[in-house]
């Protein structure tokens, strides 16, 4: 009788997977499988159809062009620098409004509000703030003495890095603040009653406690971070088109595909940039496993 019940929930498992696999497949492996297929021919973008398979030709003319280097040094600037200053900032953020203040509830629907706005709305608002000649920024500076004209923000070479890196803290620092929120409220809080009344002091207890159990939540937001950062598209392009200052791996990909029309050499460019988010989510996952294998091994 109980083969004949765990026969019937396997079947009944597999019924409801079956849905979800016909839904990757056609949205995730089918693309990827084309788009792998196409890196291997000249074909166009005006007629896929006529083509000729190049082996790895298309491969080696990405790698060994110099824009595609500079759009891998964009990316990982970018991505570092960016993920740094929104763990830091998401974690501070957790830890304030975990506590007891007035307003906890509204200020937590707060903060959500700039990563609920579409990164193409964010990126628009941004330019027209940071307009050298309507800019409420640069009125803002202007007014305060600190400029006596507007900056060109986004038209300056050296500064239009800092202004997407800005502008992505600013719209997806609250996705590390709801992350690292959930890992904290998972924390016994007799924990640190007990550690209080021990007299422990609190960057201690912050530090030997709060931050160690915290590590598998970080961790996690990291990761997801990183991997969306490594693919970042809309926020620089919609800023700065296809300023080689910004250019990340997906615009390069974007410009040989649509840009130059060569779908051969864009799918290799955008399995290149598969391949570099996967190695990204290897590395990660590998050192989140090793974290948790040390902390076992400690206990």
């Given at each position: 009788?109980?083969?004949?019940?765990?026969?019937?929930?396997?079947?009944?498992?597999?019924?409801?997977?079956?849905?979800?696999?016909?839904?990757?497949?056609?949205?995730?492996?089918?693309?990827?499988?084309?788009?792998?297929?196409?890196?291997?021919?000249?074909?166009?973008?005006?007629?896929?159809?006529?083509?000729?398979?190049?082996?790895?030709?298309?491969?080696?003319?990405?790698?060994?062009?110099?824009?595609?280097?500079?759009?891998?040094?964009?990316?990982?600037?970018?991505?570092?620098?960016?993920?740094?200053?929104?763990?830091?900032?998401?974690?501070?953020?957790?830890?304030?409004?975990?506590?007891?203040?007035?307003?906890?509830?509204?200020?937590?629907?707060?903060?959500?509000?700039?990563?609920?706005?579409?990164?193409?709305?964010?990126?628009?608002?941004?330019?027209?703030?940071?307009?050298?000649?309507?800019?409420?920024?640069?009125?803002?500076?202007?007014?305060?003495?600190?400029?006596?004209?507007?900056?060109?923000?986004?038209?300056?070479?050296s500064l239009i890095m800092g202004v997407?890196?800005?502008?992505?803290?600013?719209?997806?620092?609250?996705?590390?603040?709801?992350?690292?929120?959930?890992?904290?409220?998972?924390?016994?809080?007799?924990?640190?009653?007990?550690?209080?009344?021990?007299?422990?002091?609190?960057?201690?207890?912050?530090?030997?406690?709060?931050?160690?159990?915290?590590?598998?939540?970080?961790?996690?937001?990291?990761?997801?971070?990183?991997?969306?950062?490594?693919?970042?598209?809309?926020?620089?392009?919609?800023?700065?088109?296809?300023?080689?200052?910004?250019?990340?791996?997906?615009?390069?990909?974007?410009?040989?595909?649509?840009?130059?029309?060569?779908?051969?050499?864009?799918?290799?460019?955008?399995?290149?940039?598969?391949?570099?988010?996967?190695?990204?989510?290897?590395?990660?996952?590998?050192?989140?496993?090793?974290?948790?294998?040390?902390?076992?091994?400690?206990?």
């Open positions: 009788m109980s083969a004949r019940l765990a026969r019937r929930d396997h079947l009944a498992a597999w019924l409801f997977l079956i849905p979800v696999i016909i839904v990757m497949l056609l949205v995730a492996v089918w693309p990827l499988a084309r788009t792998f297929f196409f890196s291997f021919t000249d074909a166009y973008l005006d007629d896929p159809s006529i083509y000729s398979m190049v082996g790895i030709d298309n491969f080696l003319d990405v790698i060994n062009d110099r824009s595609w280097w500079v759009a891998v040094r964009n990316t990982i600037v970018f991505t570092v620098i960016s993920v740094a200053i929104e763990t830091v900032l998401g974690l501070a953020i957790a830890l304030l409004i975990n506590e007891a203040i007035p307003g906890r509830g509204l200020v937590r629907a707060a903060i959500l509000v700039p990563w609920a706005i579409p990164v193409v709305v964010s990126a628009k608002i941004w330019e027209w703030m940071l307009n050298d000649q309507f800019g409420v920024l640069n009125k803002i500076l202007i007014g305060l003495g600190f400029i006596d004209h507007g900056i060109a923000w986004t038209a300056s070479s997407i890196i800005f502008a992505d803290v600013w719209m997806t620092t609250p996705f590390m603040v709801l992350l690292i929120l959930a890992g904290l409220q998972l924390i016994s809080p007799e924990i640190f009653e007990a550690a209080e009344v021990d007299g422990i002091p609190a960057w201690k207890r912050f530090w030997s406690i709060t931050l160690p159990m915290l590590r598998p939540a970080i961790g996690v937001a990291v990761l997801f971070r990183v991997l969306d950062a490594l693919r970042m598209f809309d926020l620089a392009y919609v800023m700065a088109a296809s300023n080689e200052n910004v250019m990340t791996v997906s615009i390069y990909a974007r410009d040989r595909l649509i840009s130059f029309q060569e779908l051969g050499v864009g799918s290799a460019a955008s399995t290149w940039v598969f391949l570099l988010v996967a190695l990204a989510a290897i590395i990660i996952i590998g050192a989140l496993r090793l974290d948790r294998a040390s902390g076992e091994l400690t206990k």
